[in-house]
């Protein structure tokens, strides 16, 4: 079974705190990770993804996200969050090639002023 | 840039109606999702279609059936509604090149039922 799995449901950080969402996965094989986010009462946006080479990407905004084999890990960082940055964030997962993407539960991530 | 439609935005139902949700993406793509989204439970898959005319089951396919008769369209039933049923519904749609495409999603239907 394919399983995607983010431990905090809920994070709350001041303006301008570094913040680290974390993100593990079950798959076996080559796997295609990404990050989401989804403001009040939207959609979802995508964010970034990682698909092989170097283990740490770039996405919009400051977000950056580190691949970890040995972990199984895809945690998403942002140095020095802004208010705006409050917005539930997803990581997804899919098997290299496949088209059945699966989705963590989220992670509610509060910026206080 | 494209734009994934979603109607309605609320829809009400009674219990044991059936209902239908429709999409529609301008992007032309191929492959097109829908998911249910709960509050605290994430994102579930309920069916998706990879082209026109193809349906894939989900984790979450029982209680609904899906259509895809054109590319650009995409609609879910929920073959008997369920009393006090609340959910959110997301379409989503995403090109050719598989693994390294992104998923691109309407602004979702919310769900409730009496």
Redesign the interface.
Known sequence: TQTVS?SD?HVTVFEGDSVELRCNYSYGGSI?L?W?IQHH??????LL?Y?SGNPVVQGVNGFEAEFSKSDSSFHLRKASVHWSDSAVY?C?A?????????????TRLLVSP | GGI?TQTPKFLIGQEGQKLTLKCQQNFNHD?M?W?RQDS??????IY?S?TENDL?K?DLSEGYDASREKKSSFSLTVTSAQKNEMAVF?C?S?GLG???E???????TRLTVL
């Open positions: 983010q449901a295609y990404s989401y009462g939207r959609g979802l946006q995508f993804k698909y997803f997804a899919s098997m290299t090639g496949g088209y059945k993407v699966v989705f963590g539960s989220g | 994934i492959t999702y998911y605290g439970k994430g994102l579930r898959l998706y990879i894939q989900g997301l989503a995403r598989g693994v390294a992104t998923l691109y999603f309407g602004s979702g």
